[in-house]
C-alpha cells in the first residue's frame, strides 16, 4: 500500500476511534513509524486529510444515492439500500461525531456535507415516491417530506447518540430505527412485512 493510503488508513481509523480534533498529525505519523516530515510532504496538516476523506466518503455512496431509475425494487430491497448506507455512514463516523464544529472550522467540508445531504434526502423521497407508486405506502406529501426529514436525521446522528448513552454504535439498531419510522405510512401488508424485517434486523 502506498504511504499516502496508509496515511488516510491511519487517520480514519484514528479520527473514528478517538474523535478527529482529539488526534493530531504527529499521533498519526508515529502510529505509522514515519517522520512528520514525511507525513507533511502528503497531507500539509490535518485538514486536507479531512476533506480526502471526505471525498472518499462521498465517491463511495455516491452509487447508492445514484441508483437506475428504471430499477425494480421490492421491499427487502429498500432495507438492503439502508443497511449499505449505515454501514458507510459508521465507516467514517468521525465526520458526524461532531458534525457542526468540523464543519465550521472547514467550509469546504461544510458545502460538501450539504450537497451530500440534498442528494440522500433527493435519493429517500424518490424511493418512498416509488413505494407509494407501487401502492405501498399510503402518504400525503407533506408527510413524506417530513418523514425524510425523520429519516436524515436518524441517519446522521442515531450512531452518535448511542456512543453518547455509553453503547457500542449498532448499525442494526440504526436500520431497525429507519424501518419503524417508515412502517406507520405502509398499507397493512407492506407494514407487516417491514416490521418482521425491522425485528430480524434488531436481532441479528
Not at 463511495?60 to 444515492?65: Q, R, V
Not at 455512514?89 to 440534498?118: T, Y
Not at 436500520?175 to 425491522?198: F, K, N, S, W
Request: charged content about 20%; glycine content about 6%.
Amino acid at each position: 500500500m502506498k504511504t499516502r493510503d496508509r496515511i488516510l488508513e491511519c487517520a480514519l481509523s484514528l479520527f473514528n476511534q478517538e474523535g478527529e480534533p482529539n488526534v493530531s498529525t504527529l499521533q498519526i505519523a508515529n502510529e505509522l513509524g514515519i517522520s512528520p516530515g514525511n507525513l507533511y510532504y502528503h497531507f500539509h496538516g490535518k485538514e486536507p486529510l479531512v476533506l480526502e476523506l471526505f471525498e472518499r466518503f462521498q465517491a463511495e455512496m455516491a452509487p447508492l444515492l445514484n441508483p437506475p431509475a428504471d430499477a425494480q425494487l421490492d421491499v427487502e430491497d429498500y432495507w438492503l439500500f439502508l443497511n449499505l448506507i449505515v454501514e458507510r455512514l459508521a465507516l467514517f463516523r468521525f465526520l458526524f461525531q461532531d458534525l457542526s464544529n468540523l464543519a465550521g472550522r472547514l467550509p469546504k467540508l461544510a458545502r460538501g456535507i450539504r450537497h451530500w445531504l440534498n442528494a440522500l434526502k433527493r435519493t429517500l423521497a424518490e424511493l418512498l415516491a416509488g413505494l407509494k407508486a407501487q401502492g405501498q405506502l399510503e402518504s400525503d406529501t407533506l408527510a413524506l417530506g417530513q418523514l425524510v426529514e425523520q429519516i436524515s436525521l436518524t441517519l446522521l446522528f442515531s450512531l452518535d447518540y448511542q456512543r453518547i448513552l455509553g453503547n457500542r454504535g449498532e448499525n442494526r439498531l440504526v436500520v431497525y430505527q429507519v424501518m419503524m419510522l417508515v412502517a406507520p405510512h405502509l398499507v397493512d401488508g407492506a407494514r407487516h412485512t417491514a416490521e418482521q424485517l425491522a425485528q430480524r434486523y434488531l436481532k441479528a
